[in-house]
């Protein structure tokens, strides 16, 4: 069973302070890794991707990924309000057909900016 | 911004009834997907659509439930007898090639099986 763990929440963090939520995965084969953002009642929305080990930045967000540790993490610098939402961690690997990329999630982690 | 349109956001049905939820896929993309959120719970895959075929599906998705793209443009998920544990948020996917990219996912449809 593959399967894809992230830290419990929820995660309360003042405004202007950084957010680190963090994701472990089980399947070594796994090949890209997602963090999504889902407000309650919506569907999640694509936020970082990444694919290589080390970090990736956009903006006032960063994903990390170790291979090795199968462990992705996500910051986010200056929290605001808006920030406050269910951040999901998925993880792709293609199936032996190669047509798949069926994405595996986490339960998520409930993350609160308190202004 | 090209978006993932599924009609409609809320359907209300009775136990044992056929539904059929729709998503009208970004143009150009070419996999599709359907996934299902049970309130409070993960994320999970239902199927995976290409080239006019299942390429996966999920212990879920089980013969009661089928999926189409019947003019090129709709991609519908269709569940024959709907039972109470069905109710949950359907979400349809797409993206637009071959490789490890996420995907877009549209604003869902909520399904209450009562």
């Known amino acids: ?115 | 911004e090209p978006e993932v349109t599924q009609t409609p956001s809320h359907q209300v049905t009775q136990m044992g009834q056929e539904v059929i939820l729709r998503c009208v896929p970004i143009s150009n993309h070419l996999y599709f997907y359907w996934y299902r959120q049970i309130l409070g719970q993960k994320v999970e895959f239902l199927v995976s659509f290409y080239n006019n075929e299942i390429s996966e599906k999920s212990e879920i998705f089980d013969d009661q439930f089928s999926v189409e793209r019947p003019d090129g443009s709709n991609f519908t998920l269709k569940i024959r007898s709907t039972k109470l544990e069905d109710s949950a948020m359907y979400f349809c996917a797409s993206k637009v090639q071959a490789g490890l990219y996420g995907y877009t996912f549209g604003s869902g449809t909520r399904l209450t099986v009562v």
Request: aromatic residues 10%.
């Open chain 1, 1 to 115: 069973q593959k399967e894809v763990e992230q830290n419990s929440g929820p995660l309360s963090v003042p405004e202007g302070a950084i957010a680190s939520l963090n994701c472990t995965y089980s399947d070594r084969v796994s090949q890209s890794f997602f963090w999504y953002r889902q407000y309650s009642g919506k569907s999640p929305e694509l936020i970082m991707s990444i694919y290589s080990n080390g970090d990736k930045e956009d903006g006032r967000f960063t994903a990390q990924l170790n291979k090795a540790s199968q462990y992705v993490s996500l910051l986010i610098r200056d929290s605001q309000p808006s920030d406050s939402a269910t951040y999901l961690c998925a993880v792709n690997a293609a199936n032996s057909g190669g047509s798949n990329y069926k994405l595996t999630f986490g339960k998520g982690t409930l993350l609160t900016v308190n202004p």
